[in-house]
């Protein structure tokens, strides 16, 4: 399968942000929250160039209360 996967995992997050209706500040929030620290720049550039890690994903996804993932279109 071709897929760009960079787009395809910042998809993912931007489609759980917006499902629970959380904005880039709320993230901010929701990750001081866990202990992780940033800023709603930083964030925004993060999640909008895609390249961010695995580990920040399961912390954005966690800070959020996203227990399941559904990965399949």
Do not use: P
């Not at 917006?18 to 880039?24: E, N, S």
């Not at 930083?42 to 580990?55: A, H």
Request: proline content about 0%; overall charge positive; hydrophobic content about 40%.
């Amino acid at each position: 399968m071709d897929r760009d996967w960079t787009a395809y995992t910042k998809g993912l997050l931007r489609a759980e942000m917006a499902r629970r209706q959380i904005t880039y500040k709320g993230l901010v929030e929701k990750l001081a929250a866990i202990g992780i620290s940033e800023t709603e720049a930083n964030l925004r550039n993060k999640i909008s160039r895609g390249s961010f890690t695995g580990t920040f994903l399961i912390q954005c996804l966690s800070a959020m209360g996203v227990t399941a993932l559904r990965l399949d279109d």
